[in-house]
């Protein structure tokens, strides 16, 4: 049978998230006959850890379900058995990549897609702490349902069914690799404020994530599009589209990807940077792998931790990482953008060690780009006032540090792409905890 790995990484309370994904399981399981491994990725303080426990007890028994509730301990006993097994670079450098002493976005999907190798699953669909479902009609819209349709099987085999296709030519005979949908709601990185303080010095920032080079018709809309997900848009039925997914299109509280693919290339294990989890969105759609698009959009909220003010100086030092990660990443999607279908190899699968030497030559480049992106920055941060003034300080604080931190979040990414096949093979042999 069928086995998929339905995943929440979370570090701050979310027991309605953890009941709403249990149907959202439940749901799977019934409706299309497979196995579902419900992984809880917890990494909360002691109190709120205490609370999921106790959420996860609650949740209901369901057929073909079972539920994996792994704290840090536990996800630490198994990467050291994986890291171990693997026989690549030191293994405490290569648990420390994945699992930081700090906030990663990316290393947190890798656990989650190592503990889905050891569990024998197909696909890792992963949800997000701060979101909820959509409802039509009194029933809550999953997007599990199209992830399961879609994903792993011939694109051609599906092209009928999806509301629309937009497969280059020649693809058709590729497996649908990615599922993915967007979200309602309020944006998904904490900048409306900015927004509205002051329209110009908001384009400005948001103009610092876009490549060199776009037409400022394009620029300009690519920043009126950004962190805005699918707007107000409520769930009226389902269309689908056929074709490579543009990141902008998705969202990673609402992605599936197959196994072909993350078993080969991670995720940027970069610290307290969001976006970082974006990387395999445009590899794929860069390589011109088939996706489905789904309108089954999830409802973004901000949680109660972001409004207070150590939880707004985090995000914005977040936000600023991810503005100078961009200097590199950009030149990144630049080659993968470039190479197209040479990104795959005569099976077509990612060559994971082609994308490696792109990344290990990034970390090259002039910091010059950097620098000048954390000025524009720091200017801008002065000009909105108040609270942001306190995060431009700590931003000259940290000039240096930061501007280092940009270039190796690049090397480690390097690295672990480098030790990432030996890491999932050894994952199939290691049997994590926590289960339910």
């Excluded at 909820?132 to 349709?149: A, N």
């Excluded at 010059?368 to 002065?382: C, E, G, M, P």
Aim: net charge negative; glycine share 8%; proline share 5%.
């Amino acid at each position: 049978m069928r086995r998929v790995c339905l995943t929440l990484p979370t570090h701050r309370a979310c027991t309605g998230t953890i009941a709403a994904i249990g149907e959202e399981a439940a749901y799977g399981a019934r409706q299309f006959d497979v196995e579902v491994h419900l992984l809880i990725l917890d990494s909360s303080p002691a109190p709120v850890l205490a609370e999921h426990r106790r959420a996860v007890a609650a949740l209901p028994p369901s057929p073909g379900v079972t539920v994996h509730h792994l704290d840090e301990d536990e996800q630490r006993a198994f990467l050291h058995e994986v890291t171990g097994r693997s026989g690549g670079a030191p293994p405490d450098r290569l648990l420390e990549l994945m699992l930081p002493s700090r906030v990663s976005y990316g290393a947190c999907t890798n656990r989650a897609f190592l503990i889905a190798q050891a569990l024998g699953c197909a696909s890792v669909h992963r949800r997000d702490s701060d979101s909820r479902y959509q409802h039509l009609d009194g029933e809550p819209v999953f997007p599990l349902h199209q992830e399961l349709t879609y994903l792993g099987r011939r694109a051609d085999d599906v092209r009928e069914s999806a509301t629309r296709s937009k497969l280059p030519p020649g693809t058709g005979g590729r497996r649908v690799t990615l599922a993915g949908g967007s979200f309602v709601g309020e944006m998904s990185v904490d900048v409306a404020e900015i927004r509205d303080l002051d329209p110009d010095t908001y384009r400005e920032l948001i103009g610092l994530s876009i490549p060199d080079g776009y037409p400022e018709i394009w620029r300009g809309h690519l920043i009126d599009e950004s962190f805005r997900g699918a707007g107000d848009t409520a769930f009226d039925g389902d269309r689908t589209t056929l074709a490579p997914v543009s990141p902008m299109r998705v969202d990673m509280c609402n992605i599936a990807l197959d196994h072909e693919v993350y078993r080969r290339v991670p995720l940027p294990p970069a610290t307290d940077t969001i976006g970082s989890d974006y990387f395999l969105i445009h590899l794929l759609h860069d390589a011109g792998m088939p996706g489905v698009q789904h309108n089954r959009h999830i409802v973004n909220f901000h949680t109660a931790e972001r409004r207070t003010d150590d939880g707004f100086v985090a995000y914005q030092l977040r936000f600023v990482k991810f503005l100078l990660s961009k200097a590199y990443l950009n030149a990144v999607y630049a080659r993968t953008a470039a190479a197209g279908d040479a990104l795959l190899d005569a099976e077509g699968h990612i060559r994971a060690s082609e994308i490696a030497g792109f990344v290990r030559d990034s970390t090259g480049l002039d910091r010059a780009s950097s620098a000048h992106r954390l000025d524009v920055v720091v200017d801008a941060y002065r000009r909105l006032g108040d609270r942001y003034r306190t995060v431009a300080d700590i931003l000259v604080e940290r000039r240096s540090r930061l501007l280092d931190e940009a270039r190796d979040d690049m090397a480690d990414f390097a690295l672990l792409m480098d030790h990432w096949e030996a890491l999932t093979r050894a994952s199939a042999e290691a049997v994590p905890a926590g289960t339910r």
